[in-house]
Antibody, heavy 125, light 110 residues
Framework: QLQLQESGPGLVKPSETLSLTCTVS??????????WGWIRQPPGKGLEWIGS???????LYNPSLKSRVTMSVDTSKNQFALKLTSVTAADAAAYYC?????????????????WGQGTMVTVSS | QSVLTQPPSASGTPGQRVTISCSGS????????VNWYQQLPGTAPKLLIY???QRPSGVPDRFSGSKSGTSASLAISGLQSEDEAGYYC???????????FGTGTNVIVL
């Protein structure tokens, strides 16, 4: 069964770069039918899509974060990564990685069907 | 960037039926399928309904989804204490060219 696990520092200083890794186990990150995303959730607030990375390495980012976000994939390690530069207190959140898969051909419709447990990131000096 | 609007909360007593709305526009719900996620306290979201009204394996049939025009709804029938959670709708937005989540609804079991 596919599982995702986020890892990275839980504390980042303001103006520095947040770096997180998502390790995929129980399956291959190289499947052409899947792509991978990052979603965050500030304490007590809703979900915000950060970006997605597709088979082959192409990316799509939330326009509101695009200037600060970089996503990459390492198929040899079955991992994908998130970098967010120039962080502020507004970037403090639980960060989730998730698989996005085609769930319905009619449409078509994709959904985040498998999620990591999440990792909390605090921004403080 | 929540372009999908949900009521902040909904409540009911055990056994009741609770409905949660998700309001969007022609660029998202009106033209694309809607997914729903359940987030139990302190845990990651879980896919609950996909493509408007389909349940993944293992999701009880107490949960059902529907869509009409630019709005979607999630219904929980026979409400149980373990249904107390946050619920989020999600759909692809053709104008933004990315997925968008709803504002989220906390369901409280009285």
């Amino acid at each position: 069964q596919l599982q995702l696990q986020e890892s990275g520092p839980g504390l980042v200083k303001p103006s520095e770069t947040l770096s997180l890794t998502c390790t995929v186990s129980g399956g291959s990150i190289g499947s052409s039918s899947d792509h991978w995303g990052w979603i965050r959730q500030p304490p007590g607030k809703g979900l915000e899509w950060i970006g997605s990375i597709f088979h082959g390495g192409s990316t799509l980012y939330n326009p509101s974060l695009k200037s600060r976000v970089t996503m990459s994939v390492d198929t040899s390690k079955n991992q994908f990564a998130l970098k967010l530069t120039s962080v502020t207190a507004a970037d403090a959140a639980a960060y989730y990685c998730a698989r996005r898969r085609l769930v319905a051909v009619a449409g078509p419709v994709h959904a985040f069907d498998i999620w990591g447990q999440g990792t909390m990131v605090t921004v403080s000096s | 960037q929540s372009v999908l609007t949900q009521p902040p909360s909904a409540s009911g007593t055990p056994g009741q039926r609770v409905t949660i709305s998700c309001s969007g526009s022609s660029s998202n719900i009106g033209n694309n399928g809607v997914n729903w996620y359940q987030q139990l306290p302190g845990t990651a979201p879980k896919l609950l309904i996909y493509s408007n009204n389909q349940r993944p394996s293992g999701v009880p049939d107490r949960f059902s989804g529907s869509k009409s025009g630019t709005s979607a709804s999630l219904a929980i029938s026979g409400l149980q204490s373990e249904d107390e959670a946050g619920y989020y709708c999600e759909a692809w937005d053709d104008s933004l060219n990315n997925p968008v989540f709803g504002t989220g609804t906390n369901v409280i079991v009285l």
